[in-house]
């Protein structure tokens, strides 16, 4: 079997590749097609671990779902992870290798396309189909002699190309043809269609702006996407849709008459990771979370997470030279809840040290003192996928939770008294703690990335923060338990309703060549 191949680039980042990946995936594979996605290179701070501990793209295991399969490592050969302005870890097929700056990383690129080639054979040996996705633009010409994600792939393996454009952002027709004639003859060629993302209102007002451009191009239109914002869930892997969220000083007098709701806000760090962590709360009803920013005031809210970061020793040192930490811990002085997630849990110790220079040459900084613990930043790095129970009683002690761990660091208790809060349980039989609770419930963290997305847990802490907070006795009433699997499920199958409707799947199936 040799997969066929169709590949969707964009005229930009943040069009719409990611959504519309997956959402193609879902419609083939409804269809009965062996269907997987890939994208060679992916820089993005939100990721994966594969059940084999393999690190990739959060959007690539997504996508993955969307086909109704395990995310593997083969779907994203590549990831980029920045660490700094200038910086970022390089990992291949998985694991990390080295940390480059983006002039060493351009000359490593050909050495990266080994392991881009040897992932898309051994896929296309597996099915029928593999969706490709691009990144950012294939216009961006300094780039183009070392290119192995966008057309520099496409040429090499002679993938039809679908180009998005994002009419939301305005100048979608001067970018659909402005991006074309910066691309070779040959590049050109590849480009089979385009498609606009994003549009509000009457798609029959493009018409004519869709046939000036096919006349003038020759490249005909797959279709005009509607926008459906969050009616639709799908897991975001760029940190740009935080900019959607609003970010604003809270006060009492701001929060007079939601009451009901717990409002939950997240500090969007500067080197911010794996925030889809919070999606499962962001989509409780009885939830109103905020990302904000580190010198933003803390009243009014109940709970304060601190998330993961690709560089914890940096983001916390901005956190106190912004003041938040005395907030903080102020905060829980008057009752607030705090908890942290991965670099975030870290942070809530007494202090980091990173004796090898491994995020930074800071060797030690100071944490937030919420937590009796230390971390040392370690060589080696854990990636791993993790069955656990939790072992706390204020949560619901035996509730079996299941996620993911990504970090370097080796955290130690400082103190006896120090109460866990997971019991992981490994594959060889070997079982370890994971995570700290202090303050009768009210400080906790953990490495456990996607603790939330369990709806029994997720459940049962709501209900104990509300009882905490609103004095609710029977708040487990107030908390549906709505499965956070099934709302992915039901918008993998909305959208790929949409894009039925919406694209001319005719050209599409007649470009892929999969007979249905």
């Given at each position: ?62 996508q993955a779902e969307a086909c109704g399969l395990v995310p593997h490592v ?19 097929h998985g694991r990390p290798v080295a940390n480059m700056n983006a002039v ?413």
């Amino acid at each position: 079997m040799t997969a066929r191949l169709l590949m969707l680039q964009g005229t930009g980042s943040s069009v719409g590749k990611s959504a519309l990946v997956a959402g193609l995936c879902r419609l083939y594979h409804q269809r009965g097609v062996k269907v997987a996605p890939f994208k060679a290179q992916n820089m993005a701070l939100n990721s994966f671990i594969t059940p084999e501990g393999a690190e990739i793209g959060r959007a690539q295991a997504t996508q993955a779902e969307a086909c109704g399969l395990v995310p593997h490592v083969d779907m994203n050969p590549v990831l980029i992870k920045p660490n700094s302005d200038t910086g970022a870890q390089i990992i291949i097929h998985g694991r990390p290798v080295a940390n480059m700056n983006a002039v060493v990383y351009h000359d490593y690129k050909e050495t990266a396309w080994s392991a881009v080639a040897s992932s898309l054979a051994r896929l296309r040996k597996q099915y029928e189909l593999v969706i490709i996705e691009g990144a950012g633009s294939p216009a961006e010409i300094n780039l183009r002699d070392k290119d192995i994600v966008n057309m520099g792939l496409a040429l090499r393996v002679k993938a039809p190309v679908l180009l998005i454009g994002d009419i939301d952002k305005g100048g979608v027709f001067a970018s659909l043809v402005g991006t074309l004639e910066l691309l070779e003859k040959d590049e050109r060629e590849l480009i089979k269609a385009f498609i606009i993302n994003k549009f509000r209102g009457d798609a029959s007002l493009l018409d004519s702006g869709l046939e000036m451009i096919s006349d003038r191009t020759g490249v005909p239109f797959a279709g005009v996407v509607p926008w459906f914002g969050r009616d639709i869930y799908i897991p975001e892997e760029d940190g740009v849709v935080l900019d959607d969220n609003e970010s604003h000083d809270s006060r009492e007098s701001e929060v007079e008459g939601a009451r009901e709701k717990l409002r939950i806000a997240v500090i969007r760090l500067p080197h911010i990771s794996n925030f889809t962590d919070f999606d499962p709360l962001q989509h409780e009803p009885e939830v109103d979370l905020t990302y904000i920013d580190p010198g933003s005031f803390l009243a009014g809210y109940q709970l304060i997470i601190l998330p993961g970061s690709k560089n914890t020793l940096a983001d916390l040192i901005l956190l106190r030279e912004a003041g938040l930490i005395e907030r903080l811990q102020a905060f829980v002085a008057a009752g607030g809840a705090v908890i942290g997630i991965c670099g975030g849990f870290q942070m809530l110790g007494t202090k980091l040290l990173d004796p090898e220079n491994i995020e930074s040459v800071l060797g030690e900084v100071a944490g937030c003192s919420l937590l009796p613990m230390a971390t040392e930043m370690v060589l080696e790095k854990i990636t791993v996928q993790c069955r656990a129970q939790v072992v706390n009683p204020v949560f619901g002690r035996s509730l079996n939770v299941s996620g993911y761990e990504i970090h370097q660091g080796r955290t130690l208790i400082l103190e006896e008294s120090a109460e866990p809060l997971l019991k992981i349980s490994k594959d060889d039989g070997s079982d370890y703690y994971d995570g700290f609770v202090a303050g009768d419930g009210r400080i906790w963290g953990t490495y456990l990335h996607g603790i939330f997305d369990d709806d029994e847990f997720r459940k049962a802490y709501l209900n104990w923060l509300k009882k905490q907070f609103f004095r609710v006795n029977n708040a487990d009433s107030s908390f549906s338990g709505t499965s956070y699997k099934q709302r992915k499920e039901d918008g993998f199958n909305a959208l790929s309703r949409l894009l039925d409707e919406s694209l001319d799947m005719d050209l599409i199936d007649r470009l892929t060549g999969v007979r249905i």
